[in-house]
């Protein structure tokens, strides 16, 4: 026997901070033993052990088994029962391993029942129908988890003795049907594994502490923790746990309830219990369970006595409590306890809540929501507007809407889902072997289960919509069909599920993006006092800048001046303009342009009154704002055949083709763009610099503060930056001149390739900021067209792990980020108040910001609906939960 580590742990020996080595569930029994609460005795064999048996074996169980037995001698003395022998001890066997995996792995009711323990039992509760129900159980989960026979040939026994019986429920099955039921089950194991199903206890113990053991393994758990990026190394911890029964009676039952709403966040208890039920009954989803305000009717001490230790635990761990109980001939216990699931919509309010209750800090509120949950936040519900009328009503399992097609098999739904096409998985219920479909669908409807069902918090988790219990659905898997009052909806229609609601809707309903709370405000606010980056938007448009701010952007990083030129209206100006073959021709069009850009400008300084406005000037190539070039030469040929060859429309377009085909380019993203174009065609970056300027000193005169930032892009060299900050301060003199109004602003330049960070000292003597365009940046970097990479490569050497993910959506900190940290240093260097941020996509990408926040950046910029994500993860930054 090794000595020199100790695997078992009775659950007076336990502490809440031994999560690691004792599984998330086995520590919380043992700080719940140490507090005094009502646990059922029991032990815990360590994840190391998990670990050890993983690697070794039988042989490592072996040499800890003495040890196994004397952990169950010990609950013999605290309980004065015998384990296989009169006054039967019954245990569980469960998994818990350190990061909560809700349904992933292994769990054992009623170890200890044998044919003879089960007299014994039966005798000793005076309850022969209790005994052998727990019997029947028993062997139903040990058959399936330990011994890998299909639960669905134990269903079928037991549907069919039922309906020999002329019962609907499992509890209505008299002693007589249960001895049947028991027998049928022993024969099957027999049948379907060559031997009979095990009578010794001991034997019973060892077998089910290797499947757990072994669960930590399964395809589920493997595809659970990818998703939710657990480690493999972790392993499971196995409690062993004394077995109280809430099926003894009606004065027994059991529950599971949350010390806060898990969907909405409000305070109140919530969770759903079923009388003379053993806990499986309600996660499983076979009966329709009550909500746990009617257990105050049915138990009313018993409730009284859940609500002051909800309230304890809530206290004690500063976290929302997810609670499993058991009440035995009117006692309550207490099962386990853990950190809450809880919707996007319920972390936010729960944070925010908790802060003001006093309870945790504005860093811990701010550390409770995750940037991916306020994405859920931000996505679709039903358009209020909408009309419509729903086939059928379940229960509002995990908020928000989806639409898709409806599928009913989790590998079809992950293959449909992964290929791009959106669907909804209908099941009647959900187990752990469909979470990769549960993953690759936009929601999930099921015909059986409550509000704490596998479907449901699963769900919740990946913050998905789903509608549960939705009884008057009759699911036919072998069919692909689903029947409600009368309709008939195949695989591959489309539905619509409402989770807020809990409405399922045939055909497609219209969703729109969901407002603000004021819980959700106050949470980012905190964020914003935690967080050392500013938060900045792109924005083109004043709509665009409106949203951005209402969104708690602190600013424009991004105002691309090209989106403004493609509107229908002005691009005939623009393209104009290109085709002008004299200076002042092309003068005339750039007047009638630069209006048109004031006008914007003056929305967006409106818009963004006080708070710093980038603009970018004119960046993409000038072929194309033109028509393609077939598309001219079609044309042509179509007048040629008119007989209009010698008409000025027939003249117009040649001009044009002429003007394509002197702009055309091998290579356009390294061409003739960015700067390149202001050093060659000068009116055209004066015109935007004076429709810039005009436009803030006449919201200047008018009492407004603008902070306008002018952007150069695409610059590579210092001489290049040194000509346009001329160009920028020539021409201001003469706006400033003309208005008789002066504002103050600031030159500055997109670092967006690699020259440009390698010589960025050197820029910075003329920039007065830098703002890292690292689209272009890792293009340039790595040497990839973004368009080609991701269509033809891309996904393909993330797969076979050439890189590690994709550099376009997390920043490269190797390659990119390296050249990034050059330009920082060399620019600070230079100029010590220059002003450095990122506008790239990378600026939304959690990861991204953090190194962003270890670069000491001044601001991230992103899309508006990135912002509140970006906020969030500037905070996660601060408090290094993101690195």
């Given at each position: 026997?090794?000595?020199?580590?100790?695997?078992?742990?009775?659950?007076?020996?336990?502490?809440?901070?031994?999560?690691?080595?004792?599984g998330?569930?086995?520590?919380?029994?043992?700080?719940?033993?140490?507090?005094?609460?009502?646990?059922?005795?029991?032990?815990?064999?360590?994840t190391?052990?998990?670990?050890?048996?993983?690697?070794?074996?039988?042989?490592?169980?072996?040499?800890?088994?003495?040890?196994?037995?004397s952990?169950?001698?010990?609950?013999?003395?605290?309980?004065?029962?015998?384990?296989?022998?009169?006054?039967?001890?019954?245990?569980?066997?469960?998994?818990?391993?350190?990061?909560?995996?809700?349904?992933?792995m292994?769990?054992?009711?009623?170890?200890?029942?044998?044919?003879?323990?089960?007299?014994?039992?039966?005798?000793?509760?005076?309850?022969?129908?209790?005994?052998?129900?727990?019997?029947?159980?028993?062997?139903?989960?040990?058959?399936?988890?330990?011994?890998?026979?299909?639960?669905s040939?134990?269903?079928?026994i037991?549907?069919?003795?039922?309906?020999?019986?002329?019962?609907?429920?499992?509890?209505?099955?008299?002693?007589?049907?249960?001895?049947?039921?028991?027998?049928?089950?022993k024969?099957l194991?027999?049948q379907?594994?060559?031997?009979?199903?095990?009578?010794?206890?001991?034997?019973?113990?060892?077998?089910?502490?290797i499947?757990?053991?072994?669960?930590?393994?399964?395809?589920?758990?493997?595809?659970?923790?990818k998703?939710?990026?657990?480690?493999?190394?972790?392993?499971?911890?196995?409690?062993v746990?004394?077995?109280?029964?809430?099926?003894?009676?009606?004065?027994?039952?059991?529950?599971?309830?949350?010390?806060?709403?898990?969907?909405?966040?409000?305070?109140?208890?919530?969770?759903?219990?079923?009388?003379?039920?053993?806990?499986?009954?309600?996660?499983?989803?076979?009966?329709?369970?009550?909500?746990?305000?009617?257990?105050?009717?049915?138990?009313?001490?018993?409730?009284k006595?859940?609500?002051?230790?909800?309230?304890?635990?809530?206290?004690?761990?500063?976290d929302?409590q997810?609670?499993?109980?058991?009440?035995?001939?009117?006692?309550?216990?207490?099962?386990?306890?853990?950190?809450?699931?809880?919707?996007?919509?319920?972390?936010?309010?729960?944070?925010?809540?908790?802060?003001?209750?006093?309870?945790?800090?504005?860093?811990?509120a701010?550390?409770?929501?995750?940037?991916?949950?306020?994405?859920?936040?931000l996505?679709?519900?039903?358009?209020?507007?909408?009309?419509?009328?729903?086939?059928?009503k379940?229960?509002?399992?995990?908020?928000?809407?989806?639409?898709?097609?409806?599928?009913?098999?989790?590998?079809?739904?992950?293959?449909?889902?992964n290929?791009?096409?959106?669907?909804?998985?209908?099941?009647?219920?959900?187990?752990?072997?469909?979470?990769?479909?549960?993953?690759?669908?936009?929601?999930?409807?099921?015909?059986?289960?409550?509000?704490?069902?596998?479907?449901?918090?699963?769900a919740r988790?990946?913050?998905?919509?789903?509608?549960?219990?939705?009884?008057?659905?009759d699911?036919?898997?072998?069919?692909k069909?689903?029947?409600?009052?009368?309709?008939?909806?195949?695989?591959?229609?489309?539905?619509?599920?409402?989770?807020?609601?809990?409405?399922?809707?045939?055909?497609?309903?219209?969703?729109?993006?969901?407002?603000?709370?004021?819980?959700?405000?106050?949470?980012?606010?905190l964020?914003?006092?935690?967080?050392?980056?500013q938060?900045?938007?792109?924005?083109?448009?004043?709509?665009?800048?409106?949203?951005?701010?209402?969104?708690?952007a602190?600013?424009?990083?991004?105002?691309?001046?090209?989106?403004?030129?493609?509107?229908?209206?002005?691009?005939?100006?623009?393209?104009?303009?290109?085709?002008?073959e004299?200076?002042?021709?092309?003068?005339?069009?750039?007047?009638?342009?630069?209006?048109?850009?004031?006008?914007?400008?003056?929305?967006?300084?409106?818009?963004?009154?006080?708070?710093?406005?980038?603009?970018?000037?004119?960046?993409?190539?000038?072929?194309?704002?033109?028509?393609?070039?077939?598309?001219?030469?079609?044309?042509l040929?179509?007048?040629?055949?008119?007989?209009?060859?010698?008409?000025?429309?027939?003249?117009?377009?040649?001009?044009?083709?002429?003007?394509?085909?002197?702009?055309?380019?091998?290579?356009?993203?390294?061409g003739?763009?960015?700067?390149?174009?202001?050093?060659?065609?000068?009116?055209?970056?004066?015109?935007?610099?004076?429709a810039?300027?005009?436009?803030?000193?006449?919201?200047?005169?008018?009492?407004?503060?603008?902070?306008?930032?002018?952007?150069?892009?695409?610059?590579?060299?210092?001489?290049?930056?040194?000509?346009?900050?001329?160009?920028?301060?020539r021409?201001?003199?003469?706006?400033?001149?003309?208005?008789?109004?002066?504002?103050?602003?600031?030159?500055?330049?997109?670092?967006?390739?690699?020259?440009?960070?390698?010589?960025?000292?050197?820029?910075?003597?003329?920039?007065?900021?830098?703002?890292?365009g690292?689209?272009?940046?890792?293009?340039?970097?790595?040497?990839?067209?973004?368009?080609?990479?991701?269509?033809?490569?891309?996904?393909?050497?993330?797969?076979d792990g050439?890189?590690?993910?994709?550099?376009?959506h997390?920043?490269?900190?190797?390659?990119?980020?390296?050249?990034?940290?050059?330009?920082?240093?060399?620019?600070?260097?230079?100029?010590?108040?220059?002003?450095?941020?990122?506008?790239?996509?990378?600026?939304?990408?959690?990861?991204?910001?953090?190194?962003?926040?270890?670069?000491?950046?001044?601001?991230?910029?992103?899309?508006?609906f990135?912002?509140?994500?970006?906020?969030?993860?500037?905070a996660?930054?601060a408090?290094?939960?993101?690195?």
């Amino acid at each position: 026997m090794m000595k020199d580590k100790k695997y078992i742990y009775m659950f007076d020996e336990g502490r809440a901070d031994m999560r690691d080595l004792l599984g998330g569930k086995g520590a919380n029994l043992a700080e719940m033993t140490r507090i005094g609460l009502p646990v059922p005795p029991g032990f815990t064999i360590t994840t190391e052990a998990c670990l050890a048996f993983l690697e070794r074996k039988d042989e490592f169980l072996d040499e800890i088994w003495d040890d196994v037995v004397s952990a169950i001698r010990q609950l013999e003395g605290i309980t004065g029962k015998n384990f296989g022998g009169e006054n039967p001890l019954l245990v569980s066997v469960r998994s818990g391993a350190a990061i909560s995996m809700p349904g992933m792995m292994d769990t054992i009711l009623n170890l200890g029942l044998n044919d003879e323990t089960v007299k014994m039992l039966a005798e000793e509760s005076k309850d022969e129908r209790f005994a052998l129900d727990s019997y029947r159980r028993f062997i139903q989960m040990f058959g399936d988890v330990v011994l890998g026979v299909d639960v669905s040939f134990f269903e079928n026994i037991l549907h069919e003795i039922k309906r020999e019986l002329g019962v609907n429920f499992d509890y209505q099955i008299p002693p007589e049907g249960l001895y049947k039921i028991i027998e049928k089950y022993k024969a099957l194991v027999l049948q379907e594994k060559g031997f009979p199903f095990p009578k010794d206890v001991w034997e019973q113990l060892r077998m089910a502490i290797i499947a757990v053991f072994n669960s930590w393994n399964t395809p589920r758990a493997k595809t659970y923790r990818k998703i939710n990026k657990i480690p493999d190394n972790l392993g499971t911890a196995v409690n062993v746990v004394t077995m109280v029964f809430g099926n003894l009676g009606d004065d027994c039952g059991t529950g599971v309830c949350f010390t806060r709403n898990p969907s909405t966040g409000e305070k109140e208890l919530y969770g759903e219990f079923l009388m003379n039920a053993q806990g499986e009954d309600v996660v499983a989803g076979i009966r329709t369970p009550l909500p746990i305000k009617d257990l105050k009717e049915e138990l009313p001490s018993a409730f009284k006595e859940l609500v002051q230790t909800a309230e304890l635990l809530e206290r004690h761990y500063k976290d929302v409590q997810d609670i499993e109980f058991t009440i035995e001939r009117g006692k309550l216990y207490i099962l386990q306890t853990r950190n809450g699931k809880r919707t996007a919509r319920a972390a936010v309010k729960i944070a925010v809540d908790m802060c003001e209750e006093g309870l945790i800090s504005a860093e811990d509120a701010v550390s409770r929501v995750k940037p991916e949950q306020v994405e859920q936040l931000l996505h679709k519900q039903i358009d209020p507007e909408a009309k419509y009328e729903p086939i059928a009503k379940g229960l509002p399992a995990s908020p928000g809407a989806a639409v898709g097609k409806v599928v009913f098999d989790a590998d079809h739904a992950e293959k449909l889902g992964n290929s791009g096409e959106k669907v909804i998985l209908v099941r009647p219920e959900t187990t752990p072997d469909d979470i990769h479909g549960l993953f690759a669908a936009q929601g999930v409807l099921t015909s059986r289960g409550g509000m704490t069902s596998h479907a449901a918090v699963v769900a919740r988790g990946l913050g998905k919509p789903c509608v549960s219990g939705c009884e008057a659905l009759d699911i036919s898997i072998e069919r692909k069909e689903f029947v409600v009052n009368g309709k008939v909806v195949k695989e591959g229609d489309i539905i619509t599920i409402d989770g807020s609601k809990g409405e399922v809707i045939l055909g497609e309903v219209n969703l729109v993006q969901p407002s603000f709370t004021e819980d959700f405000r106050k949470l980012l606010d905190l964020a914003d006092k935690v967080a050392n980056l500013q938060v900045w938007a792109n924005a083109d448009t004043p709509q665009d800048a409106r949203r951005a701010r209402d969104f708690g952007a602190k600013g424009i990083g991004l105002c691309r001046t090209e989106h403004m030129f493609m509107e229908t209206d002005r691009l005939p100006v623009m393209q104009e303009m290109i085709v002008a073959e004299t200076l002042d021709s092309r003068k005339e069009a750039l007047d009638k342009l630069k209006t048109m850009q004031k006008e914007d400008f003056l929305g967006i300084f409106e818009a963004m009154e006080g708070l710093p406005v980038t603009i970018r000037l004119l960046d993409p190539p000038l072929h194309e704002f033109l028509p393609k070039e077939e598309e001219l030469e079609a044309k042509l040929e179509e007048l040629a055949k008119e007989g209009k060859e010698n008409t000025e429309e027939h003249k117009k377009y040649k001009k044009t083709l002429g003007r394509v085909l002197a702009l055309k380019e091998n290579n356009p993203m390294l061409g003739f763009r960015g700067c390149r174009l202001g050093m060659i065609y000068p009116e055209i970056y004066e015109m935007q610099i004076s429709a810039i300027l005009e436009a803030a000193c006449e919201l200047k005169a008018k009492g407004k503060r603008v902070i306008p930032q002018i952007m150069m892009p695409l610059v590579g060299t210092k001489e290049e930056m040194r000509r346009l900050k001329e160009m920028v301060e020539r021409v201001s003199k003469e706006v400033f001149q003309k208005e008789d109004v002066e504002v103050p602003f600031t030159v500055g330049t997109m670092i967006e390739v690699p020259r440009a960070a390698l010589v960025a000292g050197d820029i910075a003597e003329y920039a007065e900021f830098f703002s890292f365009g690292t689209n272009d940046l890792t293009q340039t970097t790595f040497g990839y067209s973004r368009d080609d990479a991701e269509g033809k490569f891309l996904a393909q050497y993330i797969t076979d792990g050439v890189l590690p993910e994709n550099p376009f959506h997390v920043l490269d900190r190797e390659g990119v980020g390296r050249l990034m940290s050059i330009a920082v240093h060399d620019g600070r260097k230079r100029r010590e108040d220059i002003k450095i941020g990122i506008c790239g996509e990378h600026g939304g990408n959690p990861k991204s910001i953090a190194f962003c926040h270890k670069l000491e950046l001044a601001y991230v910029s992103c899309s508006p609906f990135r912002v509140p994500v970006a906020r969030l993860a500037a905070a996660h930054a601060a408090l290094g939960i993101i690195d």
